[in-house]
């Protein structure tokens, strides 16, 4: 299910890792903020975002097992 928090901000949010991992984890994504300053590095993140929205974490973890 999904995880309820405060506000997690992060400073540099780069290719978006920490951000995705948060989300895996369970949490709400309408609880992050974050910046960046390069440009590229936002929309790459924005990318790898949408695109591990869609996995499901469960599944991953069964195929390695």
């Known amino acids: 299910g999904i995880?309820?928090?405060s506000n997690v901000y992060f400073p540099f949010a780069?290719?978006?890792s920490e951000i995705i991992g948060f989300i895996l984890?369970?949490?709400n994504k309408q609880y992050i903020?974050?910046?960046e300053l390069n440009s590229d590095y936002i929309t790459?993140?924005?990318e790898r975002i949408k695109a591990?929205?869609?996995v499901n974490i469960d599944d991953i973890l069964k195929i390695k097992k």
């Open 25 to 27: 984890a369970g949490f």
């Open 52 to 54: 591990w929205e869609k």
């Open 14 to 16: 780069g290719s978006g």
């Open 33 to 35: 903020e974050a910046s």
């Open 44 to 46: 790459i993140a924005n």
């Open 3 to 5: 995880l309820s928090c």
